[in-house]
């Protein structure tokens, strides 16, 4: 293969590194370019043979010599072949096995490096592609959790078996994945409490005033009933809630058996706040900036029932929110909730131990980037953050991709992929941005895999199916035997240009539903 998929590479990097010799000399700010030094002088060390090839990736834009480095690297370590073998996959995105695997190896041999958060988060996405990579996934699943995975690793792990549960209809297995992983599948709804979208945000509600269900319960349009609302699978949805109006208020009781350290954490495109006992926890402010969809916080919980209270404007949403509360040390959560009733098991306004540090838990690109940086340096910790949170945070990975000098393919591409995702700007400019940098990459490289589907992504939400099919036949002329994102594309591009694609409305590829839990 001729183009590296960057991605698939920083599983194989990370994978070899936490099986191989760890050398302090490559713990610097400069970590590639040392590195690249030692590798010419002939180091034996697989450890720093990748970080050799990541530097002629990113660095000197040279792919052979890339995979020539990752080739020297896994000749050395046989461990790092299962990885070692997606490094030459040249697929933009989408499951496949080889990446799966390389996924479940990385949370299996690593299980508390930041980096198994995300393989984890690749293992989530990947449910439900295949009944035999599901089978893979719940064995990696247990494999993981007995290595000690921690923080957010453990829970998207969980989460992932979870996911499998719900596919195969299993409710007995979800039920059990959901209190493990400690997510909520049911609350008391209530709302809408105001009028307007966005104007009564700060205006307090009666339950998060005093934690009370009791009622009676007054909103803009008269009286307000407290109604239970049940998610199976943890995705509280207000999509049936009507249109006039807006705040509104879930309130669920956990019940705490075992005292420790829990992150609070939400997922969710929606503005929101989170109160706990009646102190304010999190909140997101979606009106205000572009911000991570994950939210989290570290809580120190004593034992005993408490109250959360979370409001939420709907918007123009569907009002999609999950909330966990996972354990730092990766324990099963063992927290029981249920739908709050009456009142408030606390005093409400109690005093609160909580601290923004989530260890183990990367709700944003920086936080990821930061906890990446010491061990990979600036540049590869950029562009593994970048990668990773392109889905739940767009404008975070948009803010660290501009510190970047992007001038070699790999990093061309890359920047490629964060404009075409972009939500600040009107989508024909970010559809320029993207086009600029992947016509230089294809200047530089007119093989590159990733470059071409990407292309003809744009090419697709542009009305051009015949110029997709350009790219594609291109890309399936480099990539023997092409995988399944050219064939995904191909339909389509095939529709839309009067060939034999079946009718299928162009779209790009989207993972499952399992997403909602990342």
Same mark, same amino acid.
């Given at each position: 293969?001729?183009?590296?998929?960057?991605?698939?590479?920083?599983?194989?990097?990370?994978?070899?590194?936490?099986?191989?010799?760890?050398?302090?000399?490559?713990?610097?700010?400069?970590?590639?370019?040392?590195?690249?030094?030692?590798?010419? $002088?002939?180091?034996?060390?697989?450890?720093?043979?990748?970080?050799?090839?990541?530097?002629?990736?990113?660095?000197?834009?040279?792919?052979?010599?890339?995979?020539?480095?990752?080739?020297?690297?896994?000749?050395?370590?046989?461990?790092?072949?299962?990885?070692?073998?997606?490094?030459?996959?040249?697929?933009?995105?989408?499951?496949?096995?080889?990446?799966?695997?390389?996924?479940?190896?990385? /949370?299996?041999?690593?299980?508390?490096?930041?980096?198994?958060?995300?393989?984890?988060?690749?293992?989530?996405?990947? /449910?439900?592609?295949?009944?035999?990579?599901?089978?893979?996934?719940?064995?990696?699943?247990?494999?993981?959790?007995?290595?000690?995975?921690?923080?957010?690793?453990?829970?998207?792990?969980?989460?992932?078996?979870?996911?499998?549960?719900?596919?195969?209809?299993?409710?007995?297995? =979800?039920?059990?994945?959901?209190?493990?992983?400690?997510?909520?599948?049911?609350?008391?709804? /209530?709302?809408?409490?105001?009028?307007?979208?966005?104007?009564?945000?700060?205006?307090?509600?009666?339950?998060?005033?005093?934690?009370?269900?009791?009622?009676?319960?007054?909103?803009?349009?008269?009286?307000?009933?407290?109604?239970?609302?049940?998610?199976?699978?943890?995705?509280?949805?207000?999509?049936?809630?009507?249109?006039?109006?807006?705040?509104?208020?879930?309130?669920?009781?956990?019940?705490?058996?075992?005292?420790?350290?829990?992150?609070?954490?939400?997922?969710?495109?929606?503005?929101?706040?989170?109160?706990?006992?009646?102190?304010?926890?999190?909140?997101?402010?979606?009106?205000?900036?572009?911000?991570?969809?994950?939210?989290?916080?570290?809580?120190?919980?004593?034992?005993?029932?408490? =109250?959360?209270? /979370? =409001?939420?404007?709907?918007?123009?949403?569907?009002?999609?929110?999950?909330?966990?509360?996972?354990?730092?040390?990766?324990?099963?959560?063992?927290?029981?909730?249920?739908?709050?009733?009456?009142?408030?098991?606390?005093?409400?306004?109690?005093?609160?131990?909580?601290?923004?540090?989530?260890?183990?838990?990367?709700?944003?690109?920086?936080?990821?980037?930061?906890?990446?940086?010491?061990?990979?340096?600036?540049?590869?910790?950029?562009?593994?953050?970048?990668?990773?949170?392109?889905?739940?945070?767009?404008?975070?990975?948009?803010?660290?991709?501009?510190?970047?000098?992007?001038?070699?393919?790999?990093?061309?591409?890359?920047?490629?992929?964060?404009?075409?995702?972009?939500?600040?700007?009107?989508?024909?400019?970010? =559809?320029?941005?993207?086009?600029?940098?992947?016509?230089?990459?294809?200047? $530089?490289?007119?093989?590159?895999?990733?470059?071409?589907?990407?292309?003809?992504?744009?090419?697709?939400?542009?009305?051009?199916?015949?110029?997709?099919?350009?790219?594609?036949?291109?890309?399936?002329?480099?990539?023997?035997?092409?995988?399944?994102?050219?064939?995904?594309?191909?339909?389509?591009?095939?529709?839309?240009?009067?060939?034999?694609?079946?009718?299928?409305?162009?779209?790009?590829?989207?993972?499952?539903?399992?997403?909602?839990?990342?």
């Amino acid at each position: 293969m001729r183009t590296i998929r960057l991605g698939f590479a920083a599983l194989a990097l990370v994978t070899a590194l936490t099986g191989c010799h760890r050398s302090t000399s490559t713990a610097t700010p400069r970590v590639l370019e040392t590195a690249a030094e030692q590798a010419q $002088k002939g180091t034996q060390q697989a450890r720093t043979l990748a970080f050799a090839g990541f530097h002629a990736l990113l660095v000197a834009g040279d792919a052979s010599l890339a995979q020539q480095r990752f080739d020297d690297a896994i000749a050395r370590d046989a461990g790092c072949l299962r990885a070692g073998r997606s490094v030459a996959d040249g697929t933009p995105r989408g499951p496949s096995r080889p990446r799966l695997t390389a996924s479940l190896e990385l /949370v299996a041999r690593a299980p508390t490096h930041p980096l198994a958060a995300v393989a984890a988060r690749h293992v989530l996405d990947s /449910v439900g592609t295949s009944r035999a990579l599901d089978d893979d996934i719940l064995l990696g699943v247990e494999r993981a959790l007995a290595a000690g995975a921690t923080g957010e690793a453990a829970y998207l792990m969980r989460g992932a078996r979870m996911s499998v549960a719900v596919v195969r209809g299993d409710a007995e297995a =979800r039920d059990a994945a959901m209190q493990q992983l400690g997510g909520v599948s049911e609350v008391s709804l /209530v709302g809408p409490f105001s009028p307007f979208h966005v104007l009564a945000w700060d205006e307090r509600t009666p339950v998060s005033q005093n934690g009370s269900l009791a009622g009676p319960l007054t909103g803009a349009f008269g009286p307000l009933p407290v109604r239970t609302v049940r998610a199976p699978d943890g995705r509280m949805d207000l999509t049936g809630e009507p249109g006039q109006g807006d705040l509104y208020v879930q309130a669920f009781d956990a019940d705490v058996t075992e005292p420790g350290l829990y992150v609070a954490r939400t997922v969710s495109g929606t503005s929101h706040q989170v109160l706990m006992d009646g102190a304010p926890l999190m909140e997101r402010r979606a009106w205000e900036r572009a911000t991570s969809t994950v939210t989290a916080r570290a809580v120190q919980l004593p034992a005993g029932k408490h =109250r959360f209270v /979370v =409001r939420q404007l709907k918007g123009g949403t569907s009002g999609l929110l999950t909330f966990a509360l996972l354990r730092v040390d990766g324990r099963p959560s063992g927290v029981r909730f249920s739908a709050a009733t009456g009142a408030a098991p606390q005093a409400w306004g109690s005093k609160v131990e909580f601290s923004d540090e989530t260890p183990g838990v990367f709700p944003t690109t920086e936080g990821l980037k930061t906890a990446l940086h010491e061990e990979a340096g600036e540049l590869l910790a950029v562009v593994l953050a970048v990668r990773d949170g392109l889905q739940r945070d767009a404008d975070g990975a948009r803010r660290l991709m501009a510190s970047v000098d992007a001038n070699t393919p790999a990093l061309l591409w890359l920047r490629a992929e964060v404009a075409s995702a972009d939500r600040t700007v009107p989508s024909k400019v970010a =559809r320029g941005r993207a086009t600029r940098d992947l016509e230089s990459v294809l200047a $530089k490289d007119p093989g590159n895999v990733a470059a071409l589907l990407l292309r003809a992504e744009l090419f697709l939400d542009e009305g051009q199916p015949t110029s997709a099919m350009d790219m594609l036949k291109t890309a399936s002329e480099v990539a023997q035997p092409a995988g399944h994102p050219v064939f995904m594309l191909r339909a389509p591009a095939g529709a839309g240009s009067g060939g034999p694609g079946g009718g299928v409305t162009p779209r790009r590829w989207r993972p499952s539903p399992a997403c909602a839990k990342r």
